[in-house]
């Protein structure tokens, strides 16, 4: 596990890394749309149904099943303390809901990763 960590930490990240925190991100580590329906057990996007996978140039899209939600991650940095990331997420219901943030994100004991107080300025990504 350590070792494949390492292997993430590089200077220009890549969309593997993305999908890899993506997979592993604690949804209730910070504010996003989930927040109405979190439970205990519920942590990663795939736990709240986000289980379609899209690879993108630079990131990672995850859809739910029936398209109607999705959110992406682009990972910016990353260094031995975790990853900044660009993290969006919008209603593709006809909802309004359309955030994006930069995150400092750090992976933990559990293997999740999980959202810092810190929030990192990233150009082209907006404060909620």
Not at 7 to 14: H, I, N, V
Not at 18 to 45: C, E, I, M, Y
Not at 73 to 93: E, I, K, P, T, Y
Request: glycine residues 6%.
């Amino acid at each position: 596990m350590l070792l494949a960590i390492l292997a993430l930490l590089t200077a220009d990240p890549s969309p593997d890394a993305a999908l890899h925190v993506a997979d592993r991100l604690d949804l209730r580590s910070f504010r996003n749309s989930t927040g109405p329906r979190r439970q205990a057990h519920l942590r990663t996007p795939a736990d709240y149904g986000f289980t379609h996978v899209e690879a993108t140039k630079d990131g990672v899209e995850l859809w739910q099943e029936d398209r109607s939600w999705f959110i992406s991650l682009r990972v910016v940095s990353q260094d031995a303390q975790g990853s900044v990331v660009c993290f969006h997420d919008r209603a593709m219901n006809g909802g309004s809901y359309n955030t994006e943030q930069a995150l400092r994100v750090s992976p933990e004991a559990d293997g999740l990763y999980r959202a810092l107080p810190e929030q990192p300025i990233i150009p082209g990504c907006k404060r909620p």
